[in-house]
């Protein structure tokens, strides 16, 4: 739900008056992860979060674990920094660079509407990867040198 509630926001009906505030970092921060405007906010963070453990009837303390775990990811996400054994934040990162790609968080129903095939060609795509060491992912993967 996320994914379709957050393309929905770019839409240039939404994006200019809605989700425009959020995409002001475009190199993102994990403070800004909630910074949103309240309509983006109730519709793209909290109404996919919260669909999965209203229809199954979760328990309070379930559901207390669940939006923990989604804040982590999020923040995570928008960390900026590619941690040793965390989640990689490089496909949101990406998104937040260019605004028409990676809009889900596991990048499935990205690959399923094509919305992931610029990123795919990129090197932060090979970054994209969980990091089992201490060596940056930028030196071992570099970008390519810059033409002048």
Known sequence: ???????????????????KKHHEWTAPIGVISLYAHPVEHVVSNMLPAMVGPVVMGSHLSSIMVWFSLTLVVTTI????????FLPS???????H????QCYG???????????????????AYERHILLL????LSESIPDP????
């Not at 596991?106 to 610029?118: A, E, M």
């Open 133 to 136: 060491g201490f060596t940056p």
């Open 77 to 84: 996400s928008h960390c900026g920094y590619h941690l040793p």
């Open 1 to 19: 739900m996320f994914y379709y509630s957050h393309r929905l926001l770019h839409h240039p009906m939404f994006y200019k008056k809605i989700h």
């Open 89 to 95: 934040p490089e496909f949101h990162d990406y998104h």
């Open 105 to 123: 968080v596991l990048g499935v129903l990205d690959h399923l509407h094509g919305t992931d095939t610029v990123f795919k060609q990129t090197k």
């Open 145 to 148: 040198p810059k033409m002048e």
């Open 97 to 100: 660079l260019k605004f028409n």
